[in-house]
Each structure stands twice: as structure tokens, then as C-alpha cells.
């Protein structure tokens, strides 16, 4: 029961962006309801679902992480050409380069990955 509460809150939220309603009505239009049907109870359960809900939702979409702003116009660019069109984000702990998710799929062209890569190649020589 909570699951089916949680997605159609999810949902509402999602669709709230986009039409103006806010989270905090969407909040206690739900809270109003579960009162007046006795199902106060399921409330923690319906948080600990949306938790979920919304790291699966994070781990799907697209990011772009980029160490300095002087990078950012070449990371976009190199990225979608890629075909991921997040908009670019600092990262303090990139010394150098920019890193994109999207999906499960992972490229990473940072400093960090480079010399990893550098090290790889001269241990194994």
C-alpha cells in the first residue's frame, strides 16, 4: 500500500515542477488524507519508499561534473557529443578534467582517471 502512496507521489511532484503546485500542498493533501482514512501509520513507510523512489530516479539521470569553470564550455561539448546534455556542475575534488554519468554508464576524462590509467600502463610494462 505504501509503495502505491509513494509512486503516486512521486508522480505528483514530478508533474508539481511543471504546473506550479508545491510540494508542501501535495505534503498535506496526503497527510489530511491518511487521517481521515485512519492511516496515519503508513506515513514513515511512504517516506522510506519515496527515499527510494528518488535515489533511483537520481541514479538514472544524467550528470556532469567538471573540475574548474574554465572547462565547463568543453565538457558540455565533449559530452554531447557523447549524447549526454546535462548542464555542468564544479566539483572541487576534480583536480583536473570533467567526469558524466548517465545511466549506468560512466566516462570519466579527469586527471585522477588519466594518471590511473598512466600508472596502469607503466606497472604492466
Known amino acids: 500500500m505504501e509503495k502505491l502512496y509513494a509512486q503516486a507521489l512521486f508522480t505528483l511532484a ?6 506550479g503546485t508545491s510540494a508542501d500542498e501535495l505534503v498535506k493533501h496526503l497527510v489530511a488524507h ?9 506515513l514513515p513507510r511512504i517516506l522510506r519508499e519515496m527515499k527510494r523512489l528518488d535515489a533511483r530516479h ?8 567538471v573540475a574548474s569553470e574554465q572547462e565547463v564550455a568543453s565538457a558540455e ?12 556542475t564544479i566539483n572541487s575534488s576534480l583536480v583536473s ?5 548517465a545511466g549506468s554508464r560512466v566516462i570519466d576524462r579527469s586527471g585522477k582517471r588519466t594518471l590511473i590509467d598512466l600508472y596502469r600502463f607503466i606497472a604492466n610494462a
Open 14 to 19: 514530478q508533474k508539481s515542477a511543471t504546473n
Open 34 to 42: 491518511l487521517q481521515s482514512t485512519g492511516k496515519q501509520k503508513l
Open 58 to 65: 537520481q541514479s538514472f539521470s544524467e550528470s556532469l561534473e
Open 77 to 88: 561539448r565533449a559530452a554531447k557529443e557523447l549524447g549526454i546534455t546535462a548542464s555542468a
Open 97 to 101: 578534467g570533467w567526469r558524466a554519468r
